[in-house]
């Protein structure tokens, strides 16, 4: 079994700024990629990054390139999600995400095995 616990979340202004964080306990094993995905209100969930945990292997949405950093500390067993230039569309619920088989669906939810409980971050404009 694994825990997934995020932090971070708030309210900023457009352009702010906000780091995540996920911190994973429980069973010991090798993970093989974290996630973050968003929902907001009304839409389905969407993937946001992800991070291979061992290599660093990292891969975003569109939408969020260029503006926002995934990585990883493996010795605290936590994944950060960095969010610069902040817009009021990344308003949502932000969910961690691990994978722990090594799928090749990093960008999908059912490429996931265990998730958060979510924390809120909210842009206003």
């Known amino acids: 079994q694994v825990q997934l616990e995020e932090s971070g979340g708030g309210l900023v202004q457009a352009g702010g700024s906000l780091r995540l964080s996920c911190a994973a306990s429980?069973?010991?094993?090798?993970?093989?990629?974290m996630g973050w995905f968003r929902q907001a209100p009304g839409k389905e969930r969407e993937f946001v990054a992800a991070?291979?945990?061992?290599?660093?292997?990292?891969r975003y949405a569109d939408s969020v390139k260029g503006r926002f950093t995934i990585s990883s500390d493996t010795a605290k067993n936590t994944v950060y999600l960095q969010m610069n230039s902040l817009k009021p569309e990344d308003t949502a619920v932000y969910y961690c995400?691990?994978?722990?088989?090594?799928?090749?669906?990093?960008?999908?939810?059912?490429?996931?095995?265990?998730w958060g409980q979510g924390t809120q971050v909210t842009v206003s404009s």
């Open positions: 429980g069973r010991t094993f090798t993970r093989y990629n």
């Open positions: 991070i291979r945990w061992n290599g660093g292997i990292t």
């Open positions: 995400a691990a994978d722990i088989i090594g799928r090749l669906r990093v960008t999908l939810r059912d490429g996931y095995d265990y």
